[in-house]
């Protein structure tokens, strides 16, 4: 198995690669670069002098010689200077959104395992339940109402009318530290994190109890039901491993739609992480800060799928290593 | 050399509760007594209701299926008034079974030796490792040479025959007095078809159990059984001993089933199937379910369905054609047989 591990990580070499050219090809591509904004916005300035900041910023050089630039800095860990942020360096303006997205997205994924899978079971158990009835309804709204929508309403509800959350930050004042900072975090994370984990809490209900149906009707269910297994080693023991092994996969993917859906919902709650930098930069055209952004969570969602690889293949010995 | 009743089940009726009010009478009323050290053997075509039979005796029946009425007594001891907790400790410990599918009838994430390890903890009160050497036993006993490495084994890395051999040593590892086995081999290779049985037939020896062995091959039954049950619609239509399923066989049903066995002495394949198909278990005819398919068909026959009465010893037959007054006709008797087996 361990070579079967290594092996996915090599695989992951030539992957990171194709996406540097593609996050720095769609870069190229855009149309514009970080002066034409500004050319546009401001007709007075002499296009001779944006002609000379280009040629200071490299962004004459032939596209290899940019891409070569690019990546072989970015592999130190450097990305060049923002061109909005008074030429702040991009690493460090990542640096602190970065951790503030991460918590933001591990909270939310932990809140639709602990929901979704438990409702699932439930709902695969007693098909045609109220609950099961309740879970279906909620699965279709869940999916249907878009995050930005059903964030406004979780502020308007939950944080002007009844006042229980607050509707924007990650702190309440920049004093708190040790044990209050984490809860005040938590507490700050409660209504994003609901919002950016509700399509995906619908979706893994859905998956989980059709999993587990199919699992309660298959022969090796049947058979531990004929040894005289109990109801409880059946569900927990014999149904639960194999319902989980597809969940899994899609936790893979879940994490690169945890992170797009960051984008959207990090700027209904003015939440300071990567998401809200994305969409402001893309604004900007700050391209050095989009394409870290780009690639940093290019990498995230191909972790994402290497690590559902080495847990699938942990939890099902049909996965053959050779 | 069979012994006392071990199990007898009376009035058995499974229906299923199926869409648009229909009810598919899956099991209608059927009667047989298993005795000690015995193989009974029930046959028929796909759909009479031969598994659904079996999964009652374990109440294994899933929704929509229910068991609706009769008793069903393991030495006089009436399961069906037993709570769901009390019969998992009949199951896989007082009877067994095994499935037509090796392939898919093994959880393929736990090991050979955690499936069976688990079955014996269940029912015995063995330590862990006391419950693993019984299983490395068990193991070697239905032809596993290597069976300590075959204990650390997922399914998957099993051929189907052997597959189907850990079920074995699953299913007899708490000494069941009944095991029962629902096509063991049908999905196998033909070659090791009798491998299979024979290790089946070998087992039972040993541990003196009673086996209700399920098949739509004559061939197995001739060979295996002690008595066979014929099914049809749900219902018996034939019981009797193995000798006079050949030699004496009444029903017409049964007569059609064996003319739609192979046979040596001819160079035709089969001397045909017999015409039409088993009827819906949602809607059976009002007479003798078989009517349609019957080359004997009379009027009386599509007005009621006629009883499973005793014709001679040992030998029960559910057609008007032996009832008194119905026409007997020793023709129709199907004296001579040679079956390939
Ligand atoms: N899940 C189900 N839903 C509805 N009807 C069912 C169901 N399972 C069985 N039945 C009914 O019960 C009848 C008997 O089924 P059963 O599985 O006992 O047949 P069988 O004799 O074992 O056939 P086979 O040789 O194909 O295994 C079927 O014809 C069908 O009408
Ligand atoms: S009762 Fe009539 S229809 Fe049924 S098997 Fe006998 S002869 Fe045929
Ligand atoms: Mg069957």
Redesign the pocket.
């Known amino acids: 198995m361990y070579k079967y591990i290594i092996r996915r990580i090599l695989v992951f070499i030539p992957m990171l690669f194709a996406l540097t050219i593609i996050v720095f090809g769609l870069a190229q591509l855009a149309p514009g670069d970080a002066l034409s904004g500004k050319s546009l916005a401001d007709p007075n300035v002499d296009p001779e002098i944006y002609e000379q900041q280009r040629e200071a910023l490299g962004l004459n050089d032939p596209i290899y010689v940019q891409y070569w630039n690019w990546i072989s800095s970015a592999a130190q860990g450097d990305f060049g200077n923002s061109l909005i942020f008074n030429g702040r360096s991009v690493m460090e303006l990542i640096e602190a959104r970065f951790a503030n997205t991460l918590y933001l997205g591990l909270f939310s994924l932990a809140i639709t395992i602990i929901v979704a899978i438990p409702i699932g079971i439930y709902s695969a158990r007693k098909p045609y339940s109220m609950l099961d009835y309740g879970a279906t309804g909620f699965g279709f709204l869940g999916l249907a109402i878009p995050n930005f929508f059903f964030g406004l309403i979780a502020i308007y509800v939950f944080s002007i009318n009844l006042g229980w959350f607050p509707s924007q930050g990650t702190l309440s004042s920049p004093g708190v530290s040790g044990f209050d900072a984490f809860t005040d975090r938590i507490h700050h994370m409660v209504l994003p994190g609901i919002t950016l984990g509700l399509a995906g809490t619908a979706t893994y209900m859905r998956y989980m109890r059709s999993e587990v149906l199919d699992v309660l009707g298959s022969d090796y269910i049947r058979t531990a039901k004929a040894k005289g297994m109990s109801e409880r080693n059946v569900l927990y023991k014999h149904t639960l491993r194999n319902a989980l092994i597809p969940i899994i996969t899609l936790m893979g993917f879940e994490i690169g739609v945890l992170l797009s859906g960051a984008v959207i919902t990090e700027q209904v709650f003015q939440y300071p992480g990567l998401g809200t930098l994305f969409l402001s930069s893309v604004m900007n055209r700050d391209f050095p800060v989009v394409m870290a952004i780009a690639l940093i969570l290019g990498i995230l969602i191909l972790i994402g799928n290497l690590i559902a690889d080495i847990l699938y293949s942990i939890v099902d010995p049909r996965i053959r290593y050779d | 050399m069979t012994g006392n009743p071990l199990l007898e089940v009376t009035g058995l009726k499974t229906y299923?509760y199926?869409e648009d009010n229909l009810v598919?009478r899956?099991v209608d009323g059927v009667d047989f007594t298993i005795n000690e050290g015995e193989t009974l053997a029930i046959v028929?075509?796909?759909?009479?209701?031969?598994?659904?039979?079996s999964l009652s005796i374990m109440q294994l029946v899933?929704r929509?299926?229910k068991i609706i009425e009769g008793t069903i007594s393991l030495e006089d001891d009436d399961l069906l008034k037993k709570s769901s907790k009390q019969m998992t400790k009949i199951r896989g410990n007082e009877i067994a079974m095994i499935f037509q599918e090796p392939m898919t009838a093994l959880n393929p994430v736990y090991t050979i030796g955690n499936q069976i390890i688990e079955t014996i903890k269940k029912h015995k009160n063995l330590s862990k490792p006391a419950a693993r050497e019984r299983a490395i036993e068990l193991l070697k006993l239905v032809g596993f040479p290597r069976a300590k490495e075959v204990m650390d084994e997922y399914p998957h890395q099993l051929s189907g025959g052997m597959r189907q051999r850990a079920m074995i040593a699953m299913a007899i590892s708490c000494d069941p007095k009944l095991l029962i086995a629902d096509?063991p081999s049908t999905a196998l290779d033909v070659t090791i078809q009798a491998q299979v049985l024979d290790l089946l037939m070998e087992m039972k020896e040993r541990l003196n159990m009673s086996i209700l062995l399920?098949t739509?091959d004559l061939g197995v039954v001739a060979e295996y059984a002690d008595r066979v049950l014929v099914?049809y619609g749900?219902q018996i239509v034939e019981e009797t001993e193995v000798e006079s399923i050949f030699e004496d066989t009444k029903h017409p049903y049964t007569i059609g089933l064996l003319n739609s066995l192979p046979s040596l002495d001819k160079d035709v394949e089969r001397l045909g199937a017999i015409k039409g198909s088993?009827p819906?278990?949602?809607s059976f005819p009002k007479g003798c379910r078989f009517a349609d398919r019957c080359p004997h068909a009379m009027d009386q026959c599509r007005e009621s369905n006629p009883e499973l009465l005793s014709i001679a010893p040992n030998h029960k037959v559910r057609c008007y054609l032996y009832e008194q007054g119905g026409r007997s006709n020793g023709n129709r008797t199907r004296t001579t047989s040679k079956t390939k087996i």
Do not use: R, Y
């Not at chain 2, 028929?44 to 039979?53: A, D, L, Y």
């Open positions: 299923f199926l598919a899956a028929g075509e796909s759909g009479s209701g031969k598994s659904i039979t899933n929509p299926g096509e399920i739509h099914m749900g088993v819906p278990a949602h």
